[in-house]
């Protein structure tokens, strides 16, 4: 929007900067010359990159430091977090993300959405087993939002166990992808 007023502020400055030259009647164009320095010049004072305000959000919170805007898109489009075999245990790079995460949940711009995080687990084990890790699982990213200032109540926690696979292959690469935390933001 912003980027559509500068373009439609600059052709009409250079629509009037024509229509007046095209009418001189000889006199001094350094006036005219200065006006389009001058209109050139507000406009790239004026001309801003679009970042998404999320994003914008958690580069204002300071929470992520020396990260690009692009490289925190990616880490709020972040909704899947993996675990090892028969573990609740999140990974380091994890945190980065979820770090990333909280700052969007805690933004002006989430206020009053919901959160529902989804645990499952491959197909080993038995169903009760799988059932109680899987919640494990949702309670671990539950835990570290609620310790980064997300407020509790706005969470729900589910488990499916090995009821909804991404991948139903009975193999260490589908087991691999099935072990895993969902975030669903409402």
């Not at 204002?60 to 489009?77: C, E, R, Y």
């Not at 407020?151 to 690469?173: C, F």
Request: charged share 20%; aromatic share 6%.
């Amino acid at each position: 929007m912003q980027f559509t007023k500068l373009v439609r502020v600059g052709a009409l400055a250079a629509t009037a900067l024509w229509l007046a030259g095209c009418a001189s009647t000889g006199t001094d164009t350094a006036k005219v010359s200065d006006a389009a320095d001058k209109s050139t010049d507000k406009v790239i004072v004026e001309s801003r990159s679009v970042v998404d305000p999320a994003v914008q959000a958690i580069m204002d919170s300071g929470v992520i430091q020396q990260a690009s805007a692009h490289q925190i898109q990616a880490m709020l489009d972040q909704d899947t977090y993996h675990f090892g075999f028969d573990s609740s245990r999140l990974s380091d790079k994890d945190y980065k993300a979820l770090d990333v995460q909280a700052a969007y949940l805690n933004s002006a711009t989430a206020t009053g959405q919901k959160i529902i995080i989804e645990g499952h687990t491959d197909n080993r084990g038995t169903r009760t087993y799988n059932l109680a890790l899987g919640e494990r699982r949702a309670n671990a990213v539950k835990n570290y939002l609620v310790a980064k200032g997300v407020s509790a109540n706005r969470i729900d926690v589910i488990s499916y166990g090995y009821e909804k696979p991404l991948d139903s292959a009975n193999n260490t690469a589908a087991w691999e992808a099935n072990r895993r935390a969902v975030i669903d933001i409402q």
